[in-house]
């Protein structure tokens, strides 16, 4: 086939073309990317998930049970801990066995817990190994607390050794000698590893660098269905993920579990700040996933809440929620340029209630405060009194992306929409359908990949119509989980982190930004097996273009002119693997082959190659 880029025509694309989208399932906040290592460190629950012992062990015959005290650490944290002498006196307490593991490694590692009760001896804290025994780091910390109030103690924790694996616990024990009471009452027990950034509170070094590795532009979160909330009273209150840890209140997240709201709104904004990521912004829109749905007259609380969060973020100090910003160490504000109103709200009984009244309620609200924020629709083809982006889900087979490469062209130029959640879920099959309810695979396979890759490329000869696309969901803890595939697949032990067959596809085509899109033609007339986009690079006189082959009878030769460009030599990646079905997971060989070349233009701009079936490619040139 042979490809013409014209050098002139086209458009600008948008600058956020790719990007991440987040929210807590699969435990990919806590016990993925939040950094903490203690499961459970709060006791904390709900009516849905009820407060638990969930990753604690007694240590020396301890009696471990959940207290609700008269005067608990908190109201966000209601239920604590109580260790109580059983049979045994003399050395005693408690073990956590983290998120499934603990990774030990020689750096420095910082925790803190807060005890009540009668002691006066030294409490030790302990990294052990239950693989071999090993004591592999141990602190003393010496008791100031009584029977009244809550105190913290703070302890750090350097292992001389990794560990042999993430058989690991944290223990916590004290001598029965120098207890004057029957027990000891323990809550908000953490332990972090250094962060990203070193950020206090933060997040998981490895999981970060795969995401910085793509090169993403936005970052979307809290949700995803998270957003939303199970059922009332559990919306998402962003006044309860912001400040002190103990004063955090914890909620049932839409995904099996109960979340700390350890990553709050501050530590959202802290990762984009760490990236470079435009944040896109989910609200709360009055709809949970029960279907039940605030009426148009009760709404307005709701309305001014999410006013208040965007006060939080962007107020000076002056305002009332700005100055709350500053009180908690960031007088700078931050920048919101998209909010998105809800998420799926065409799902679960909202569909009505946001085209009647709901999206137009918060629509007006912001942009009347905010008329340089991008508001968004949760939705597409939303019958919408006002200019809205919008955002479009795809979850399908392999063929089903494929058959949408061109789904944006009938779009007009002035839509934006945001491809916020796209992933390839199930394999091809007659009806070329997804089957709800069945399993999925459980990691991104390479014929679906590349076929991401297709739709994707779609979309970027369609920018700047399109806001930008992320992969969902992004994260598994392959320990504890509600939904796959993934972008990352996960567990304790970092090195057993793997970056799926799509992780590689996005990561090639974000790296290799085209920023503004040109014509083409072709030999061939229409397209397909090869599916294209060509443009110009950021730098001047840069040329890219991006192809995906999918179902070719062969490998297919491949010439392409830009047209105007003095080119002689251009470097080509292409992406492919041995198997159409092969995955990556942890522990298992990388199955995505990167091949870079150098290709030498057969005359100024003109470049020949060869691609194979089922590939992925970029040719930028030099
Ligand atoms: O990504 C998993 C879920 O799929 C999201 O929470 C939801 O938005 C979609 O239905």
Request: net charge negative; charged share 20%.
């Amino acid at each position: 086939i042979n490809i013409y880029v014209l050098p002139e025509g086209g458009n600008d694309t948008s600058p956020l073309q790719y990007g991440l989208m987040f929210e807590d399932i699969n435990h990919a906040g806590d016990g993925g990317l939040y950094a903490e290592l203690i499961r459970n460190r709060a006791f904390q629950g709900s009516t849905v998930y009820p407060a638990n012992l969930d990753g604690y062990e007694p240590v020396n015959g301890a009696v471990l049970s959940l207290k609700n005290l008269s005067n608990p650490l908190s109201s966000s944290m209601p239920s604590s801990l109580n260790v109580a002498k059983g049979v045994q006196n003399g050395i005693i307490g408690f073990a956590n066995t983290g998120w499934w593991g603990i990774e030990v490694k020689p750096h420095n590692y910082a925790g803190s817990f807060y005890v009540k009760g009668d002691y006066d001896g030294d409490f030790s804290v302990s990294l052990q190994s239950i693989t071999t025994g090993d004591v592999l780091a141990t602190a003393r910390v010496k008791a100031r607390c009584g029977v009244h109030d809550w105190t913290e103690h703070r302890y750090n924790l350097r292992p001389t050794r990794q560990a042999s694996d993430t058989n690991n616990t944290l223990s916590i024990t004290f001598d029965t000698k120098d207890l004057k009471d029957e027990s000891l009452d323990f809550n908000l027990i953490s332990l972090f590893p250094p962060t990203w950034n070193n950020r206090p509170n933060g997040l998981r070094i490895d999981l970060v660098e795969a995401l910085s590795e793509l090169d993403a532009k936005f970052l979307r979160f809290p949700g995803g269905s998270d957003i939303e909330g199970l059922l009332s009273p559990y919306w998402y209150k962003w006044n309860e993920t912001v400040g002190p840890l103990k004063d955090r209140m914890s909620r049932p997240s839409a995904w099996g579990y109960e979340e700390s709201n350890g990553i709050g709104l501050i530590e959202y904004m802290n990762w984009c700040d760490d990236l470079g990521l435009e944040p896109i912004l989910a609200v709360w829109d009055g709809h949970y996933l029960s279907g039940e749905v605030i009426n148009e007259a009760d709404l307005q609380p709701y309305i001014e809440d999410t006013l208040n969060q965007l006060e939080f973020l962007m107020g000076s100090v002056e305002t009332t929620y700005g100055s709350w910003r500053a009180s908690l160490g960031y007088p700078k504000p931050w920048k919101i340029n998209y909010v998105e109103i809800g998420n799926e709200d065409n799902l679960y009984g909202g569909l009505d209630t946001y085209i009647a009244y709901r999206f137009k309620a918060y629509f007006d609200a912001i942009t009347a405060k905010y008329p340089d924020i991008t508001v968004m629709e949760s939705l597409t083809g939303m019958p919408s009194p006002q200019r809205a982006a919008s955002d479009y889900h795809q979850y399908t087979t392999p063929d089903g992306f494929v058959s949408q490469f061109s789904y944006f062209d009938q779009f007009p130029i002035d839509n934006r929409t945001l491809n916020g959640e796209v992933a390839t879920v199930y394999p091809n099959n007659p009806s070329n359908s997804v089957a709800w309810g069945s399993p999925f695979p459980l990691y991104p396979w390479w014929i679906g990949s590349v076929a991401e890759a297709v739709f994707l490329i779609g979309e970027e000869r369609n920018s700047p119509k399109i806001i930008g696309a992320s992969y969902a969901p992004t994260f598994r803890n392959i320990n504890s989980w509600a939904w796959s595939p993934t972008l990352i697949a996960f567990d304790a032990d970092s090195s057993h982190t793997s970056l799926s067959t799509s992780w590689h596809v996005i990561k090639l085509l974000s790296r290799n930004r085209i920023a503004h899109n040109l014509p083409t033609t072709s030999s061939e007339g229409g397209i397909g097996p090869i599916y294209w986009v060509a443009g110009q690079g950021d730098k001047p006189e840069s040329y890219l273009f991006k192809a995906a082959v999918y179902n070719s009878t062969g490998d297919m030769s491949v010439a392409v002119t830009f047209s105007g460009s003095r080119a002689k030599s251009a470097t080509l990646t292409v992406l492919s693997s041995q198997d159409p079905n092969a995955s990556n997971y942890p522990g298992g060989p990388e199955v995505v082959q990167t091949n870079v070349s150098s290709v030498v233009a057969k005359s100024e701009g003109v470049f020949q190659f060869t691609l194979p079936n089922l590939s992925v490619a970029v040719l930028t040139t030099e």
